[in-house]
């Protein structure tokens, strides 16, 4: 009972302090819908992607997420078009959060290898718990296993809305993505609780040493470096990290943390990952496996870090995916 009575607590104070909170991901970019909006379209002709997160393995449940997308380049009218689902659930109370979104995006040629695109976001959101994982005071009273004071669930769904902006060039992007403009109340209670205002800063930069042929714009060895910056409410996080890539092996190394902001009782430091991928160029598919090694004070042998595969698949005609590779398009 004692168990269960502690967990119940948690779930109290986390159901406070998690609706303010967004879903992360280690690999940020296997994600770029959920991202930035002004990703969508992206890409050669159509893409699809998939990510699944374990977060601290070790915690009864854990945290898990996962996200799925499907977007497509109207290249004929500059536009890109493009849907995602997302759903993140927290350990002991099951507090769900859904997101079901869709993007929409137009670029503007800035050169023949350069351009500026803006992006919009709608989409629909549901958050619940699951009163069944709770302990109520009935319960503690009779010991009875059901409680009659708490239902099956609590739930709100609402509307919400983002937008972004993004530069591609042949060897960097830099974008900035916002998210709740509308600050949706989330509350399960009655009282409000709107959501603060998401903003989001990333870049990167891609040197290739070698490409697959002489003449030809196939990249076969390269290293990219890249960036995350996020800000919502009182809390921020950055990620920084480098890729190396070589043949068809994608190797990866971040950091996750803010060492030079001082928080009382609190540590900084984050995470390490370690990323490995497996490419292949000419199918459009790339699978990525990462780890999150725990740095924070939630400690390694409490969590066990995190593990978060996945996958992205492009579909396009070869002649197309040749004509377009290395040229204004990151690949993460």
């Known amino acids: 009972m004692s168990n269960k009575f502690t967990h119940t607590c948690i779930a109290i104070l986390l159901s406070i302090y998690l609706p303010a909170q967004d879903a992360q991901f280690t690999q940020f970019y296997s994600s770029p819908l959920y991202l930035n909006p002004a990703f969508t379209g992206l890409t050669i002709?159509?893409?699809?992607?998939?990510?699944?997160?374990?977060?601290?393995?070790?915690?009864?449940?854990?945290?898990?997420?996962?996200?799925?997308?499907?977007?497509?380049?109207?290249?004929?009218?500059?536009?890109?078009?493009?849907?995602?689902?997302m759903q993140d659930v927290a350990p002991s109370f099951r507090l769900t959060k859904t997101l079901i979104g869709i993007n929409y995006?137009?670029?503007?040629?800035?050169?023949?290898?350069?351009?500026?695109?803006?992006?919009?976001?709608l989409s629909m959101g549901q958050q619940k718990i699951d009163n069944t994982s709770l302990i109520f005071n009935d319960q503690l009273i009779t010991g009875s296993a059901a409680s009659t004071d708490g239902g099956s669930a609590q739930r709100i769904i609402y509307p919400d809305a983002g937008a972004g902006v993004l530069y591609t060039a042949k060897s960097l992007w830099l974008g900035m993505s916002i998210k709740h403009l509308t600050?949706?109340?989330?509350?399960?209670?009655?009282?409000?609780?709107?959501?603060?205002?998401?903003?989001n800063v990333h870049g990167g930069y891609r040197y290739i040493f070698t490409n697959s042929s002489?003449?030809?714009?196939?990249?076969?060895?390269?290293?990219?470096?890249?960036?995350?910056?996020?800000?919502?409410?009182?809390?921020?996080?950055?990620?920084?990290?480098?890729?190396?890539?070589?043949?068809?092996i994608n190797i990866g190394l971040w950091y996750r943390g803010l060492p030079f902001k001082r928080l009382p009782?609190?540590?900084?430091n984050e995470s390490i990952a370690l990323l490995v991928g497996f490419e292949i160029p000419d199918d459009g598919v790339r699978v990525c496996y990462s780890y999150d090694y725990t740095l924070s004070s939630m400690k390694l042998s409490t969590t066990k870090g995190?593990?978060?595969?996945?996958?992205?698949?492009?579909?396009?005609?070869?002649?197309?995916?040749?004509?377009?590779?290395?040229?204004?398009y990151p690949k993460f």
């Open 105 to 121: 995006a137009y670029s503007i040629e800035l050169d023949e290898k350069s351009n500026l695109r803006g992006g919009i976001n």
């Open 183 to 199: 600050r949706p109340d989330v509350s399960l209670t009655g009282a409000a609780s709107r959501l603060s205002m998401y903003m």
């Open 306 to 328: 995190g593990h978060e595969v996945s996958l992205v698949y492009e579909i396009a005609d070869k002649a197309k995916r040749n004509k377009r590779a290395g040229i204004s």
């Open 45 to 85: 002709e159509h893409r699809v992607t998939a990510t699944y997160r374990n977060q601290w393995p070790n915690i009864s449940r854990g945290y898990k997420s996962y996200i799925a997308s499907y977007d497509y380049n109207f290249s004929d009218i500059n536009s890109g078009l493009g849907v995602y689902a």
């Open 265 to 268: 009782g609190f540590s900084n």
């Open 214 to 248: 002489p003449g030809t714009s196939k990249m076969e060895e390269y290293i990219i470096g890249c960036f995350n910056y996020r800000h919502q409410g009182a809390n921020d996080q950055f990620d920084i990290g480098a890729y190396y890539y070589k043949s068809m």
